[in-house]
């Protein structure tokens, strides 16, 4: 089993920078990759970003592309989404995930283990 808690959710103005936390606990974090999906309300789970075990290798979502950075400190056990110039389109809660493989565009059924998500509102 992995837990895994998400912080730094908030509400920010269109823009404006914000940096998600995922702390994992349980089973060994390092080789597991890790990913960041996001939902608004009536719509999918969308995939961000996902970082391998290493944080060697980093994959992003279109929409989010030059914007978002993804990394990880294994020796933290945390992965990070770091988010700027922030869109309200970005509105949504926000997912931190331990994923079976680092891909491009990573599928919710390739998903281990999910945290509680963690909202964040940016105002227009």
């Known amino acids: 089993q992995v837990q895994l808690v998400e912080s730094g959710g908030g509400l920010v103005q269109a823009g404006g920078s914000l940096r998600l936390s995922c702390a994992a606990s349980?089973?060994?974090?390092?080789?597991?990759?890790m990913a960041w999906f996001r939902q608004a309300p009536g719509k999918e789970r969308e995939f961000v970003a996902v970082i391998s075990g290493s944080g060697a290798n980093t994959y992003y979502g279109d929409s989010v592309k030059g914007r978002f950075t993804i990394s990880r400190d294994n020796a933290k056990n945390t992965v990070y989404l770091q988010m700027k110039t922030l869109k309200p389109e970005d509105t949504a809660v926000y997912y931190c995930a331990a994923a079976r493989f680092t891909a491009p565009g990573l599928s919710v059924s390739l998903i281990d283990y999910w945290g509680q998500g963690t909202q964040v509102t940016v105002s227009s």
């Open positions: 349980g089973r060994t974090f390092s080789p597991y990759p």
